[in-house]
């Protein structure tokens, strides 16, 4: 079983502050997904990278998936109130015995006004 | 068009006492996984489900757990004789087919307490 490892577990910063949190792997991502989770609510999809190298931004959010598949990067630029949550990575595993997704364990961000 | 709706959002139960969770899928949808976040840790899948088949249960525990998705109705995680370590928040996702690369949606969950 894939182990994917978050960090920092925990971060708190400033409004307007940048940021950057990790994803890593024990080995090669087939495709890898970005979640968003508040308090009380399900995980939102934010991104899903699937080729080594590729870079997709949606706002002030840059996703970043390593060149060899195994690891991956959440930039955030200018950092609002509104983006305090968890921030989840995942893989899809289809067939094979196991289905569906598999999540890091987060990393909890606080974005102080 | 709805999304993924989980009831009850919070359940209380006393141990030894059945819960039963409900799922119903986005419309057109006919893939449904359960998972389950406990307090400092992350999702963990469950089980995977289309319409009447149970199609993976490598993450649900052998005993006292048990799914289904019938041909009409929303999807049922059903947990008999409750434990405190059932304690968690229960999520539903669905998705219209099962591809490489999947998008979920998920529910905002049921909270599950066990006195």
């Known amino acids: 079983t894939q182990l994917l490892e978050q960090s920092p577990q925990f971060l708190s910063i400033q409004e307007g502050e940048n940021l950057t949190v990790y994803c890593n792997s024990s080995?090669?991502?087939?495709?890898l997904q970005w979640y968003r989770q508040e308090p009380g609510e399900g995980p939102v999809l934010l991104v899903t990278?699937?080729?080594?190298?590729e870079v997709k931004k949606l706002k002030r959010l840059t996703f970043q998936f390593g060149d060899a598949r195994k690891d991956s990067s959440l930039h955030i630029t200018a950092a609002q109130t509104g983006d305090t949550g968890l921030y989840l990575c995942?893989?899809?595993?289809?067939?094979?015995?196991?289905?569906?997704?598999?999540f890091g364990k987060g990393t909890h961000l606080i974005i102080q006004p | 068009n709805a999304g993924v709706m989980q009831n009850p959002r919070h359940l209380v139960r006393r141990r030894g006492q059945e819960a039963r969770l409900r799922c119903s899928p986005m419309?057109?949808?006919?893939?449904v996984y359960w998972y389950r976040q406990l307090p400092e840790e992350g999702l963990k899948f469950m089980v995977y489900?289309?319409?009447?088949?149970?199609?993976?249960e490598s993450g649900m525990p052998k005993e006292r757990f048990s799914a289904e998705f019938p041909k009409e109705g929303p999807s049922i995680l059903r947990i008999q004789q409750v434990v405190r370590g059932d304690s968690a928040a229960y999520f539903c996702?669905?998705?219209?087919?099962?591809?490489?690369?999947?998008?979920?949606?998920f529910g905002s969950g049921t909270q599950l307490s066990v006195l």
């Open positions: 419309k057109g949808h006919s893939h």
């Open positions: 996702a669905s998705s219209p087919d099962r591809s490489t690369n999947e998008k979920l949606f």
């Open positions: 990278v699937v080729t080594g190298g």
């Open positions: 489900l289309q319409k009447e088949n149970i199609i993976d």
């Open positions: 080995s090669v991502f087939s495709s």
């Open positions: 995942a893989e899809f595993l289809s067939g094979g015995g196991a289905d569906g997704l598999t």
